[in-house]
Nanobody, 128 residues
Framework: QVTFVESGGGLVQPGGSLRLSCAAS????????MGWFRQAPGQEREGIAS????????IYADSVKGRFTISTDKTKRTVYLQMNDLKPEDTNVYYC?????????????????????WGQGIQVTVSS
């Protein structure tokens, strides 16, 4: 079972930036995707970004494309989400998650059901 230590959330004004971090441990396979999801109260959990450990490929939801950047430090098994130009509608609980693979492959769009291990979530609030 993969476990996570998440950090970096908080309160920020519109137009500001935050960087979320998620350190993972306990992988059993050599390859994996790390994804970021977010969920507002009463809403479905939305996949917003994912990165492949195999080739570094990334993919983003349209709602964050051009503003958010996912990256990873494979030596530390840590994934980051740099969030710029934050908007009030970005206010959510953000979750990191992982999907382990037996073989290398490129990233696919982050779908909740594909990801087996989840962090506890970090609150991000964008408000003036």
């Amino acid at each position: 079972q993969v476990t996570f230590v998440e950090s970096g959330g908080g309160l920020v004004q519109p137009g500001g930036s935050l960087r979320l971090s998620c350190a993972a441990s306990g992988f059993t396979l050599n390859y994996y995707a790390m994804g970021w999801f977010r969920q507002a109260p009463g809403q479905e959990r939305e996949g917003i970004a994912s990165i492949s450990s195999s080739d570094g490929s990334t993919i983003y939801a349209d709602s964050v494309k051009g503003r958010f950047t996912i990256s990873t430090d494979k030596t530390k098994r840590t994934v980051y989400l740099q969030m710029n130009d934050l908007k009030p509608e970005d206010t959510n609980v953000y979750y990191c998650a992982t999907d382990e693979w037996a073989r290398p492959r490129s990233v696919q769009y982050p779908i909740q059901s594909d990801f087996k291990s989840w962090g506890q979530g970090i609150q991000v609030t964008v408000s003036s």
